[in-house]
């Protein structure tokens, strides 16, 4: 069973920056694609960003591109999303999810966190 925990959420102003955190236990870790995704009240869940599993290579939503940077660390079993020029549009809860691929189909990661709330205020 793969376990995934985010953590890293908060409050912050618009503009601001925050880095949320995901980690999970065991050797396979590597071995996985990984993607953050989104969801905010009323609205369907959104992808954000993925990254492979040298994390060589980023993909991003049009929404996030060039403010948001997601990062891995095999050795330490960790993904970041590091979140710059916040705004209030990017209120949301914040879910980690791991697959064989990353993708932006929310249906194709088996594994995924409990999620982190990010509130930004205007």
């Known amino acids: 069973q793969v376990q995934l925990v985010e953590s890293g959420g908060g409050l912050v102003q618009a503009g601001g920056s925050l880095r949320v955190s995901c980690t999970t236990s065991?050797?396979?870790?590597?071995?996985?694609?990984m993607g953050w995704f989104r969801q905010a009240p009323g609205k369907e869940r959104e992808f954000v960003a993925g990254i492979s599993r040298s994390g060589s290579r980023g993909y991003y939503a049009d929404s996030v591109k060039g403010r948001f940077t997601i990062s891995r660390d095999n050795a330490k079993n960790a993904v970041y999303l590091q979140m710059n020029s916040l705004k209030p549009e990017d209120t949301a809860v914040y879910y980690c999810?791991?697959?064989?691929?990353?993708?932006?189909?929310?249906?194709?990661?088996?594994?995924w966190g409990q999620g982190t709330q990010v509130t930004v205020s205007s």
């Open positions: 065991g050797r396979t870790f590597s071995s996985y694609d």
């Open positions: 999810a791991a697959g064989p691929i990353a993708t932006s189909r929310s249906y194709e990661y088996p594994y």
